[in-house]
Structures are given as C-alpha cells and as structure tokens.
Nanobody, 117 residues
Framework: VQLQASGGGLVQAGGSLRLSCRASRMISSTFWATDFGWYRQAPGKQRELVAGVSRDGSKDYGDSVKGRFTISRDSAKKTVYLQMNSLKSEDTAVYYC?????????WGEGTLVTVSS
C-alpha cells in the first residue's frame, strides 16, 4: 500500500493549506476499516500527532491545532485531507500521513509545510 501525501508548500502566517493523503492501492473495504492520522515533525523535535480520523468517523486533534485544523476522509476517493487554517510559524514541519488497522501500519512520505512570519 502506498500513501501519497501532497499539498505542502510555503505560506505566510495566517494563511491556509490543504494536505491530501491518497491510499491509491488500498482496496476500498480496507480503507473503510482503517484509521488515519496526520503527524508532523519539526526540526529537532519528536514526531507528534496533529489529527486523527477513525474508521467510524470520530476525530481527535492535537491541542496546538484545535480550532484551526480539520481532518476529513473521502472513502470514494480513498483520500484523507487535512485543512489547515490560520497557520502559524510553529506549524512549520514535515507532515506525514499514517494508516493504521488490523495488520496495517503504513506511513507516507512526508510533505513539507513552511509558514513564514
């Protein structure tokens, strides 16, 4: 299974970006049964959970992004999104998509988000 992350880039503080994570080779029934998460890792820091969406649609967020970021999933497109609004310089990091389920723990290649102040 390949997780294709995209949407990163350079944005000014206060701006928005939308990250996408496409599970192109995952069969639909597996996608339905899989929990997804977005993590990030800033230079010199540990990887941290940004947002997660479970198979039943429940969502959770890291404290630093609550109210600014929204995670969603589109089963028809086998894609998970992370809408990031009101970006801050401290959101600068490499963002990774993760898929987790029964016998599944996949990581996509990261996408770099740089927020200029």
């Amino acid at each position: 299974v390949q997780l294709q992350a995209s949407g990163g880039g350079l944005v000014q503080a206060g701006g928005s970006l939308r990250l996408s994570c496409r599970a192109s080779r995952m069969i639909s029934s597996t996608f339905w049964a899989t929990d997804f998460g977005w993590y990030r890792q800033a230079p010199g820091k540990q990887r941290e959970l940004v947002a997660g969406v479970s198979r039943d649609g429940s969502k959770d967020y890291g404290d630093s992004v609550k109210g600014r970021f929204t995670i969603s999933r589109d089963s028809a497109k086998k894609t998970v999104y992370l809408q990031m609004n009101s970006l801050k310089s401290e959101d600068t990091a490499v963002y990774y998509c993760n898929a987790r389920g029964t016998n599944i723990d996949y990581w996509g290649e990261g996408t770099l988000v740089t927020v200029s102040s």
